[in-house]
């Protein structure tokens, strides 16, 4: 970090907005390294013990020229886990839900082909053996097709025995969750995470498939140059 930190850079020339706390110089250091070096534009917040000690952003939002404000929001990867375990402790909480139940109990189609016996927690834990997503789509559009991948997943063979080894379940985790949800409280993942957990929190900017009328707040995703 510290090479990473003292190169020499143009780094001089991005311009940091925002707040920040003494402390933490060295976030400040490396996002205007980060946009320093591969364009666009990035934030970075920092809670300490309830207190905002970061809050800090640079770049462009978009391609055009549109520079990052405070309320630009960007997409953020596998940050929805969280979210969505957080939507089956609230089904528990309420007696909906229990970890080891198995999950054919709450959605019948789901137990088929080896998967009866994976339960709820396992599900949580990344260990019901369906982590790879090239046999639930036949291309990238797929991913799109809820409907689709969730028919895919009911008749598909996990790879492993369930609770017997761990594979990070990056993309179905969602789906799997998402469609437990659904099944228990008879609404879509989208409308019980807003009901649930966006609006009783006050979240401002934590949008999960329904970002329409927000686009204009919401940043270009650009690759990182080879």
């Known amino acids: 970090m510290t090479d990473f930190l003292n190169r020499d850079m143009h780094h001089k020339d991005v311009e940091i907005c925002g707040d920040y706390d003494a402390r933490f110089e060295p976030v400040v250091r490396v996002l205007r390294k980060q946009v320093a070096r591969y364009g666009g534009g990035a934030s970075a917040s920092v809670f300490l013990e309830g207190e905002s000690v970061v ?10 020229g549109t520079p990052w404000e405070r309320n630009t929001m960007a997409l953020c ?9 957080t939507a089956i402790h609230i089904l528990a909480t309420d007696g909906l839900l229990e970890y080891d139940a198995p999950v054919a109990r709450y959605w019948p189609e789901f137990g088929q082909k080896g ?4 339960t709820v927690r396992q599900v949580l834990a990344h260990q019901a053996g369906l982590h790879k997503t090239a046999p639930l789509v036949d291309d990238l559009t797929d991913i799109l097709d809820w409907d689709k991948v969730i028919s895919r997943l009911e008749t598909t063979e996990p790879d492993f025995h369930p609770g017997t080894a761990n594979g990070y379940h990056a993309m179905t985790f969602g789906w799997l969750v998402g469609e437990l949800v659904h099944r228990i ?11 649930r957990i966006v609006e009783p929190l006050d979240l401002d900017g934590m949008l999960i498939g329904n970002a329409d009328a927000e686009l204009d707040r919401v940043a270009d995703l ?3 140059p080879a």
């Open 77 to 85: 990867f596998s940050a929805s886990k969280g979210v969505a375990a």
């Open 185 to 195: 409280s008879g609404m879509s993942f989208t409308d019980f995470v807003q009901k």
């Open 55 to 64: 809050d800090i952003w640079a770049g462009q939002a978009r391609n055009d």
């Open 222 to 224: 650009v690759g990182v």
């Open 115 to 118: 998967k009866e016996v994976i």
